[in-house]
């Protein structure tokens, strides 16, 4: 052994001696005259692709009886991965090699062990199986004494290792960070780097190790340790901020130059450090003075030091710029950044003009001037011949964007839009022509004009929200109504005359946009008949070249045609021709067009004019079968059974012992839908979604909010403005027209200069148009550009904005009102009922949100409800439900006595909810209100006679008529000899409901006397729903798998929610307050709840989110109840 | 960084480098349509790419282009040096590389690679270091061809070699 030992000591100098620019490549190129290099030359010889794939085959198999020969040495194994390699990266499959290169890993000695690791980085990805064979190789190597294995497998490590064995590494890997190598540190650090990618849970617990790399002696392992601060700040920049320090102290010395001399590049020192320092700071200067205060000086030195003519200074110079631009801004840097940003645009080496106008849209929303400043540039970029640069250049134009100079700047997206074939390119730009469109359309025409051309361009790849959005923009249309009117007429022309063209394809998209807008708004125009406009479509129909789906369009468009048309020739040819389309779709459109055409009445009411936009009834329940239903039933007829519940128990018959409670699903539920809804884990699909979003957050460059830190009082550089917009002059500082016109042409021959001139004068005028509205008059417009600028076409769904501001002053008034409740007139009393309704509702919103943080709570009773309704006295003043029959209370209401029976069942409130108390009827003696208490065990109903006049009631007395679904049961006290002047009585009801229904009334009569005159008797009815009688059954989830089980009786549905509960938690309150369900548990995307019908009927629910989908599915021992429920928790998840 | 890849003008593939998982199929896709895009694209013209939702930085050297894949938000002159960088570091390797070195030592090429970038992200800036490493790891395999180190030998003796080999190396 010491023999070795000796020898190679001997044999160093030597070694040293050679200089690897000599010896590597003779040491390398000896040994490859082998059969590596005989494949390569072999393949290089050939001329056709064909001989190629012939030899390669070849070369393949004889590869593979190698490989899996036993008497193959592994380093002639080592040879044969080479080869593999290399016919892989040919594009040959050598999937068979795989398992040899982990199998060379494991056993070969040092340098087969290389090309084993070298192979399988190259092979295998992050998911692919075999890696897990690998991972015993790494542990072992990872321990090893001898520094190049262990440097090998921590270069595996960083490079692919499988998620799920993480674990097993770790602690090695750990250890690592404290070895005496610098190498080693530094690919520790790499490794835990990659498994902070991958899986950031696991290495939480050593961010304090990361600190220690971060203050490593090493340059190089420091460096890596920002890579993961980089990430880690990236996720959450609250929680480093205390670090600021330590990164501004780094980088000042990297500046000053006091790294060793290694570390530069190119006379710079230290690029990438400096780079990713800057990152850093941008990261956590967002948003942040304090934090931004103490970067200043050294982004100040920095700008000031990049001052060397090279590519690389330029990249730290972009870098920095863009930080101060970043961080909270201070006027000086900006200045010398905008500066930057002037060297880089005016650069005449095109990748910095490149990098210039990237820089330029990153800033150019803080400061439009400096795009003023670069105009004559930027117009010349707009016809630069690297379409590259012509697309940062519409990139940069799109973001300058406003009203007055949308138009020039569509037309240059379109005439970079018709040049262009690859599709990403077109989807990208296609919807940015489609959204400013939208926003900034000077007229009708142009906007349908401009929308034609992004259909028949962007075609059948643009995303499918464009059409979806234009035609519910057409449908429900902006403030006014006429000019809606004509922009659907100006549609409808363009549109029949489009169609007019001969032998013109357009993409289907298209014709499926056209169809519906014909279908929906032929009406408006007068010249054609909607025959006419038929036979057009019917055209279109005979069409071969259109798929299938747009001939269920244009047969929906023809089918919304045919009540309005007088003659019916064509429509009856369309019928005979597709009712025997092979097409099933076409068919069934067919059909129910025949048998619709043969009704013109129903056909007419099932298809009105114009009226897109009004919902439809469904009765999904099917309640009007009902009675059918019973009739069947009571003749002995098989209760209904769900499909999915069919099989489950065709599946128990067959099976002794049944693993899958739910049993197969009927519906798109997919693996989730098997489990049995008690006892799902999700744990991977949870860690899955985290890497997701992590991935989004990288993906995309994050400048909002910029505009709201750079506020109307940051920069302005000093630039005065001469222009009034109302003129149609170009608004631009006229000075630095000049200027750039001056530049320009000074630059030019002065031989060409007249016709230059005219050119120039052309650009100029380009830029007028170009550049109009971005002085600095207008700056502050465009400031508040996301927010302030009203769309042209602005949808009416924005009603909650303004709800909000209305509700602020409803709140300011019932305040005010408060504080003088004399003579509250009629209608401000119906004013502020109303505004107090919807205050209430945006409380609740509001409250529910706050709620949300705390996910106890989601298992006990809806506390925010309880909250909300237990506003004491106050509210009674107005208390009245607007939606009941509405008597107009008389000026002097009977407020004190109200106030004094609320007190008196303040005990009763405090206990259990109520609802507000409501007037039901009144006269000038006496008013008669009622509130719900919603017992434990039954819905108590309260009535409240108060006396208004100063006279004694005798004999009051109230009577609640028998109902059909109720049981009623009085409370003692129902009959009043005498009722004191100004006092108040109460009766109470406990209600029950004996079979379930929806909706009920309860009316009753009140009479009583007053004073020896004749008796008075007033009639009333309040309304009951369900929902009065649900309460949550509090059960556990083992409880709730079984119950689940046993009973028989279940309904499913998918609805759809509104897009502010489009989440679990958010549906899940919405539940839970208003149908008062009790959550059981909730697991990954998938909840349970349960509740039961007073008195003791219990139903559950099983619902999962998809997407902005809620699949329901109830269960219960009464066969209606689920029925019922699922009706109103789609009111609920519809309405809301 | 997404991933790397070396071709010649006849759109050759010499070198493949991915740091993001991919399937083969996809791989061979984006090769062959990045392939196409970069040939066709004029001396005069920028090297950036704009080519799906990534950023694509490549730079011809004689008759090998190197092209990268990065992110928007990445600073593309950078990516450049890097490039330049690891052409520099190939060239030192191989005193004054050209394309046949890299085709017929694309495995050492792959070792420079490793060394320089990790997992997608630059791991070690000095060039004398990253060489550094790659000698010692060449200087074992002369070791072993010089001295014919006998197969399997016990593990403590030759790792101690090396270790004191790697100790000479790294000082």
């Known amino acids: 052994m010491s023999d070795i030992v000796e ?58 009886a190698a490989v899996s020969a036993p008497t193959t040495t592994l380093k002639m194994m080592k040879e044969c991965m080479v080869r593999l390699i290399y016919c892989e990266m040919l594009g040959y499959d050598a999937s068979f090699g795989y398992i040899h290169a982990i199998k060379l890993a ?96 696991q290495v939480q617990h050593i961010h304090v190790k990361f600190r220690k790399a971060l203050c490593d ?105 863009h930080t101060v631009y970043s961080i909270y801004p201070k006027s000086e840097l900006l200045e010398k950044a905008a500066k930057c940003i002037g060297k880089f645009v005016l650069s005449p080496k095109i990748n910095l003009k490149y990098l210039g ?74 919807g940015k022509i489609a959204e400013l469109a939208e926003k900034y359309a000077p007229d009708n025409a142009w906007f349908i004009q401009t929308m034609n051309a992004v259909f028949s361009v962007g075609g059948d790849v643009m995303h499918p929200d464009i059409p979806n959005n234009f035609l519910r923009l057409l449908a429900e249309g902006f403030d006014d109504e006429t000019e809606n009117q004509q922009l659907r007429l100006y549609a409808v022309q363009s549109y029949l005359t489009l169609l007019d063209v001969e032998n ?51 047969i929906a468009a023809v089918t919304k045609l045919t009540p309005q048309a007088q003659s019916s020739n064509i429509v009856e040819r369309l019928i005979q021709e597709f009712t025997v389309s092979l097409d099933t779709c076409l068919r069934q459109h067919a059909f129910e067009l025949k048998h619709l055409h043969e009704n013109a009445e129903l056909m007419k009411s099932l298809l009105p004019v114009n009226k897109s936009c009004e919902d439809m009834v469904v009765d999904a329940s099917l309640s009007f079968l009902d009675s059918h239903v019973a009739e069947e039933l009571s003749q002995g007829a098989a209760p209904y059974k769900p499909h999915h519940q069919r099989q489950e128990e065709k599946l128990s018959q067959e099976k002794v012992l049944n693993f899958e409670p739910y049993g197969l699903s009927s519906s798109s539920s997919g693996f989730t839908g098997r489990q049995s809804p008690a006892g799902i884990s999700l744990g991977s699909d949870i860690s899955g979604n985290s890497a997701e979003t992590g991935l989004k957050e990288t993906s995309s460059l994050k400048l909002e909010g910029i505009q709201k830190l750079w506020g109307k009082e940051g920069y302005l550089p000093k630039k005065e403005s001469k222009t009034g917009e109302e003129t149609e002059a170009p608004p631009i500082p006229q000075e630095s027209v000049i200027e750039n016109v001056d530049q320009t042409i000074t630059k030019k021959d002065p031989s060409q200069l007249l016709t230059q001139s005219k050119e120039e004068k052309e650009k100029q005028l380009l830029a007028s148009s170009l550049f109009v509205g971005l002085g600095s008059e207008s700056t502050v417009n465009l400031l508040g550009k996301a927010d302030t600028t009203s769309h042209k076409f602005r949808r009416k769904s924005k009603v909650k904005e303004t709800k909000s501001g209305e509700t602020a002053i409803a709140h300011n ?72 029959v509405f008597h107009p209370p008389q000026s002097t209401t009977a407020s004190l006595a109200n106030e004094i029976s609320l007190a008196s069942l303040l005990e009763e409130t405090t206990e259990h909810m109520h609802s507000d108390l409501m007037e039901v009827c009144n006269n000038d003696t006496m008013s008669l209100s009622s509130y719900k208490i919603w017992k434990d065990d039954c819905l108590l109903m309260v009535w409240l006679v108060s006396n208004k006049s100063g006279l004694e009631l005798e004999g009051v007395n109230l009577e609640i008529a028998p109902a059909e679904n109720f049981k009623i049961t009085e409370q003692p006290g129902c009959c009043l000899p005498i009722t004191e002047a100004e006092n108040t009585k109460n009766f109470q009801y406990r209600v029950q409901m004996e079979k379930p229904f929806t909706e009920g009334t309860l009316s009753g009569f009140i009479n009583y006397q007053v004073m020896n005159t004749h008796a008075v008797q007033l009639e009333f009815s309040v309304n009951l729903s369900l929902l009065d009688f649900i309460r949550p059954l509090n059960i556990s989830t083992e409880d709730f798998g079984k119950l689940w089980l046993s009973f028989a009786n279940d309904v499913k549905q998918n609805v759809k929610m509104s897009e502010s509960q489009a989440a679990l938690p958010s549906a899940l309150k919405t539940l839970q307050q208003k149908l008062r369900l009790h959550v059981v548990d909730i697991i990954g995307s998938e909840g349970l709840l349960a509740c039961q019908l007073l008195p003791s009927i219990p139903c559950l629910l099983h619902f999962r989110v998809h997407g902005d989908v809620l699949v329901l599915w109830f269960r219960s021992s009464c066969s209606t109840l689920p029925d019922y429920l699922l009706y109103q928790c789609q009111k609920v998840m519809e309405g809301s | 960084m997404q991933f790397m890849l070396l071709f010649s003008r006849q759109g050759k593939l010499r070198l493949q480098k991915w740091y993001v998982p991919l399937s083969d199929k996809e791989k061979k896709k984006i090769t062959r349509e990045l392939v196409q895009t970069v040939l066709a694209r004029k ?16 730079k011809r050297y004689a008759s090998l282009y190197f092209c990268c894949a990065i992110e928007d938000q990445d600073n593309e002159l950078i990516t450049l040096e890097i490039i330049h960088r690891y052409v520099e570091l190939l060239d030192k390797y191989f005193g004054s590389v050209c394309e046949l070195d890299i085709i017929f030592n694309f495995e050492k090429a792959y070792f420079i690679l490793d060394e320089f970038l990790l997992g997608g992200e630059v791991q070690e800036t000095s060039k004398k270091n990253v060489l550094k490493a790659i000698e010692q790891a060449d200087l074992l395999q002369e070791f072993q061809e010089v001295l014919g180190v006998p197969r399997n030998p016990s593990p403590d003796s030759l790792s101690h070699v090396m270790n004191i080999l790697m100790s000479q190396c790294t000082k």
């Open chain 1, 813 to 884: 008034m019932t305040r005010s009102s408060f504080s003088s409740p004399t003579n509250v007139t009629y209608e401000e009393d119906y004013y502020l009922d109303n505004l107090r309704d919807r205050r209430d509702k945006e409380l609740n919103d509001f409250t529910l949100s706050a709620e949300l943080l705390d996910s106890e709570s989601l298992t006990d009773l809806p506390l925010v409800e309880k909250l909300s309704n237990c506003r004491p006295s106050t509210p009674s003043l107005f208390a009245d439900d607007n939606m009941e």
């Open chain 1, 357 to 430: 106008l990237k820089a330029l849209t990153y800033v150019i929303q803080q400061d439009p001037t400096l795009a003023l400043q670069h105009q004559m540039t930027i117009i010349e970029c707009l016809d630069h011949p690297d379409p590259i640069i012509k697309r940062e250049t519409l990139e940069l134009l799109y973001r300058i964007t406003n009203a007055q100079n949308i138009t020039v700047i569509v037309q240059k997206m379109l005439e970079y839009l018709h040049q262009s074939k690859e599709e990403y390119i077109i989807v990208n730009l296609v």
């Open chain 1, 217 to 321: 002696r090493d340059v190089g392992v420091m460096a890596a340790s920002l890579h993961i601060y980089h990430r880690m700040i990236k996720e959450n920049s609250s929680g480093y901020k205390d670090l600021t320090g330590s990164f501004v102290t780094i980088l000042k010395q990297v500046v000053g130059g006091k790294l060793p001399v290694d570390f530069n590049y190119h006379s710079v020192p230290a690029p990438w450090l400096q780079i990713q320092l800057l990152r850093i700071l941008r990261l956590l200067g967002k948003d942040d003075q304090r934090t931004s205060e103490l970067m200043y000086d050294v982004l100040d030195e920095s700008l000031r030091r990049a001052e060397l003519n090279h590519n690389v200074t330029y990249a730290i110079l972009f870098e920095c710029v």
């Open chain 1, 504 to 554: 013109v394809f357009y993409p289907q998209r298209f014709l499926q946009v056209m169809s519906w807008v014909l279908g929906e708004y032929s009406y408006l125009i007068d010249k054609e008949t909607p025959e006419e406009v038929i036979t057009k479509l019917y055209k279109l129909l005979m069409n071969d070249s259109i798929s299938s789906e747009t001939k269920a369009w244009l």
């Open chain 2, 43 to 58: 001396p005069k013209m920028c090297s950036f790419l704009e080519w799906r939702d990534l950023k694509i930085v490549y």
């Open chain 1, 106 to 201: 494991q056993q070969g000695n040092l340098l087969e062990k290389r090309v084993g690791y070298l192979a399988v980085s190259l092979f295998l990805h992050e998911s692919h199986e075999l890696l897990l064979l690998l991972v015993n190789t790494v542990v072992k190597d990872l321990q090893s004494t001898n520094l190049v294995e262990v440097c090998m497998a921590l270069t595996i490590v960083s490079q692919i290792f499988p998620q799920e064995m993480i674990p097993a590494v770790l602690p090695l890997i750990e250890d690592k960070l404290q070895h005496s190598k610098e190498i080693i540190r530094r690919k520790a650090v790499l490794a835990l780097y990659k498994f902070h990618l991958i899986a950031p849970n």
């Open chain 1, 7 to 64: 020898k190679t000591l001997t044999a160093l100098p030597g070694l040293f001696l050679q200089t690897p620019g000599a010896g590597g490549p003779a040491a390398a190129r000896a040994p490859f005259s082998s059969r590596l290099g005989g494949l390569i030359r072999g393949i290089t010889a050939l001329t056709s692709k064909h001989e190629e794939e012939k030899l390669i085959q070849q070369e393949l198999s004889n590869l593979k």
